[in-house]
């Protein structure tokens, strides 16, 4: 852990001054290769599909330094959170019997430090974690994350990561910042009993086979029928890059979903699914619904200390009921709960029989329509306390939407996501600009929020759905209702 | 038979709830399972819980609402086990 003047030499460094380098020697208790585990299978795959936009799938993450540590309490944090956890010192690589983890038993991580800007120690690692984020990992030979310590006053007081969607899931990464502390204080904490390679090896065994099979055979019964591709209308020209995402910050809309999942007893998870499902259901100007949710999948109690990639897709399919959004909430929720129950599968066999499919159909069904609840307990801790049964259409005022960031080949041609904000419903929406225009992506976020605020106050028939997103749209490009 | 699958049953709820839900809120049956917290998560773990612990396999096809109160669990389950 002796300080260095190397230079940095990660491109999220190039913009930035030269940084000082420190080394964090680890030393685990063992060393491996195992098969990779299904949550790990879907990530290999998604970057093997996303080439070199795959900096899409990375995790950039804080953790703030608590109370008055040196760098050398924090760079011994930091040493054992990585002999902790077997998938942070895990590489990845190709082989004749297929993709391996190997797992390092010992190593070191090069860790750069920052001064904290005029943004202050967290707004700084905020702003370099997303830096870090825009380089891709050599899988099969970099460790799986980077880390840059902020530091203020000559102390450390933040670490900037990015990490690899092949390491961890947001899940996991709940996981360090709750452990983050006791490691911090130097606590003696109990060894993780179960560990990646321990997953793979219970992922190749019963009952967990049968239930890979079940998943698979749901699957097939949605593909056999679904429509190929997610839009009926042609390709235009898109924007380049193509792919963009839209964010919306609304307290509105959080606020609206609290009180509806409080009405119909139902998840406020369940809620927006139902909200974003229509809306794309609106768009495509089709009855049916069609998106894939991903989902932490941490349903076994071994899983859910486990700091890894666990997280599958599940495949929701919500035929829009001829009534009200009262009704499309509550088919939401059991269409979600069938998708999470079939979300449990070897993403191999389940390629192999999507593969099939489009051997029988002349191609594979496109099911590239998402919906992510990032949030890690389903809730929004921080919400700003609001009078019971106050209108909340007044809120939507200081509601802002922006464009966030573009890639050329992310794939997806819609993505709905659900931040990790705390006081505010934070939903981001990623298209396919030769599909949708970008004003579109915007009138269907407020389109999400229009419909939860109005439904507290009426059943909102799902015909009139399709007026609002038209006049929201109308509004941002500016034409009459719908144009655009 | 029937109460005896219930508390156990009951106690399935308990676990996969990590505590939120008791064994006896969930035999009261004063409230639906949604109604005292169970997750759709915890509920996608009671599912596989059961299935492990009884050996049969539940079929989520249709009508939910069995699965929403202990003593209609119980009544589902127990035909399943009696047509085995």
């Known amino acids: 852990m002796t300080p260095s003047t190397t230079p940095a030499t990660t491109p999220a460094a190039v913009s930035a001054a030269t940084r000082e380098t420190v080394s964090v020697p680890f030393s685990g208790t063992r060393d491996g290769e195992a098969p990779l585990t299904w949550g790990q299978r879907l990530m290999w795959r998604a970057v093997h599909l996303m080439g070199p936009s795959q900096s899409f799938l990375n ?40 993709p391996v983890q190997r797992v390092a038993r010992g190593g070191e991580l090069t860790v750069e430090l920052a001064p904290a800007g005029p943004d202050g120690p967290l707004g700084t690692a905020t702003r370099i974690a997303a830096e870090l984020g825009t380089t891709v990992f050599a899988h099969d030979a970099d460790l799986p994350l980077r880390c840059v310590i902020v530091l203020a006053d000559g102390r450390p007081r933040a670490l900037a990561f990015a990490f690899s969607h092949l390491a961890v899931d947001f899940q996991a990464l709940s996981l360090l910042s709750a452990e983050w502390r006791a490691l911090l204080r130097g606590d003696d904490l109990p060894a993780p009993e179960w560990q990646p390679t321990e997953q793979a090896e219970l992922e190749r065994a019963e009952p967990f086979l049968a239930r890979s099979r079940r998943s698979i055979g ?8 679904v429509p190929l591709e997610v839009f009926d209308h042609p390709p235009g020209e898109p924007e ?5 995402e839209v964010g919306m910050e609304s307290v509105a809309l959080a606020a609206a979903a609290v009180r ?41 109690p071994r899983t859910r200390p486990l700091v890894a990639t666990v997280g599958q897709d599940g495949l929701l399919v919500l035929d829009l009921p001829g009534t009200g959004f009262t009704d499309t909430c509550l088919a939401a929720h ?37 919906f992510n609840d990032r949030r890690g307990d389903g809730t929004w801790p921080n919400l700003p306390r609001l009078t019971p049964g106050a209108d909340l259409t007044p809120l939507t005022a200081q509601t802002r939407t922006y464009v966030t960031n573009a890639w050329p080949g992310v794939r997806f ?24 225009p970008r004003e579109r992506a915007r009138a269907m976020l407020l389109g999400v929020e229009t419909l939860l605020v109005r439904s507290l106050t009426e059943d909102v028939p799902i015909a009139a759905v399709r007026d609002l997103v038209q006049a929201e749209t109308a509004e941002e490009s500016g034409t009459s209702p719908g144009g655009g | 038979m029937s109460g005896a699958l219930e508390h156990r049953l009951a106690d399935l709820v308990a676990d996969v709830s990590g505590g939120e839900i008791s064994a006896e809120q969930a035999l009261a049956g004063d409230h639906s399972l949604s109604a005292l917290g169970l997750t759709s998560l915890a ?13 049969v396999d539940l079929d989520l096809g249709g009508d939910l609402s069995a699965f929403e109160r202990v003593d209609a669990l119980a009544a589902h389950l127990s035909g399943l086990l009696d047509a085995r």
């Open chain 2, 43 to 55: 509920w996608i773990r009671l599912i596989d819980a059961i299935e492990d612990a009884f050996e």
């Open chain 1, 240 to 244: 380049e890059p193509r792919f963009i």
């Open chain 1, 218 to 225: 749901y699957w097939r019964s949605v593909l056999e029928t």
């Open chain 1, 413 to 436: 041609k819609v993505f709905f996501t659900l931040g990790t904000a705390p006081d505010t419903g934070q939903l981001s929406l990623i298209i396919d600009t030769a599909y949708l």
């Open chain 1, 59 to 98: 995790c950039p993450w804080v953790l703030p330094v608590h109370g008055r540590r040196d760098l050398t309490t924090v760079l011994g944090a930091l040493g054992r959170m990585l002999e902790r956890h077997e998938s942070l010192r895990t590489t990845f690589a190709d082989t004749p019997h297929g």
């Open chain 1, 334 to 370: 059991r269409s979600a709960l069938m998708a999470y129950r079939n979300a449990h599968y070897d993403p191999f066999e389940m390629q192999a029989m999507r593969a099939e499919i489009g051997r029988v159909r002349g191609r594979e069904p496109d099911l590239d329509a998402f």
């Open chain 1, 260 to 300: 509806l999942a409080e009405r119909l007893t139902i998840s406020t998870t369940s809620v927006l699914i139902a909200a974003c499902a229509t809306v794309l259901a609106v768009v495509s100007e089709r009855p049916r619904a069609v998106m894939q949710l991903v989902h932490s999948n941490r349903r076994d």
